[in-house]
Each structure stands twice: as C-alpha cells, then as structure tokens.
C-alpha cells in the first residue's frame, strides 16, 4: 500500500470501508495481508463465493 501513497492508518480505514460495504469481519490476519489492490479484489471474491 506505500506504493499508493497510504501509510498504515490509511489501510486500516481502507479495511473498516470494505468490511463495511460488503458486510463482512475481516479478521487482522487476512487484513495484514491485503497488501495490493489485486490482493482485496481476490479476497472479495473468494469472500462473496464462498457464502
């Protein structure tokens, strides 16, 4: 996420804004690893699947 300018703050709010748009708890391990956008898209995914 530092290649996009954001700083860890800035992740987390990033994190708390997905969990809140699509209604799901993003457990803090899972989120230390949405490092790249690519990383949240497949993660949604697999989410959205697997309900």
Known sequence: MNDLGLDSLDHVELIMNIEDEFN???????A???LRPRDIVEYIAQK????
């Open 48 to 51: 959205d699947l697997s309900t």
């Open 24 to 30: 799901f708890e993003i457990p803090d391990g899972d």
């Open 32 to 34: 230390e690893k949405l």
